[in-house]
């Protein structure tokens, strides 16, 4: 992991392309715009299992990265535990930096 993680999480933000938090991450995924979906080491469990199974069932995938909510929210400006990657350039990014990409050639985009 890398603080070039925070960086891009930063920058989807600024470029409308993240979603945060638990409900309109929700109605992202639902809607279909979502490809890729965070959560921070620290979130509750309650949210995990709300968020991830909307997406389990969109085929959205889900990452829980290795930064807090307190670290993400400093990169994003705004209280986060959960949010959504609108972008498929952004999320395949993301997946790289965050090691969770397996190597294999990535389908969100």
Avoid: H, W
């Avoid at 979603?19 to 995990?48: H, I, M, R, Y």
């Avoid at 909307?54 to 990265?65: D, P, R």
């Amino acid at each position: 992991m890398s603080d070039r993680l925070l960086s891009l999480l930063g920058l989807c933000r600024r470029a409308g392309r993240l979603t945060v938090g638990c409900d309109p991450v929700k109605e992202s995924v639902t809607k279909g715009e979502a490809q890729l979906v965070l959560f921070a080491k620290d979130a509750s469990a309650n949210t995990l299992k709300d968020v991830a199974s909307v997406a389990e069932k969109a085929g959205v995938k889900t990452v829980t990265i290795a930064y807090d909510k307190k670290e993400i929210s400093a990169s994003v400006g705004k209280l986060c535990a959960v949010a959504g990657v609108n972008d498929g350039g952004f999320a395949k990014k993301i997946l790289e930096l965050s090691g969770k990409d397996n190597g294999e050639e990535c389908d969100l985009c």
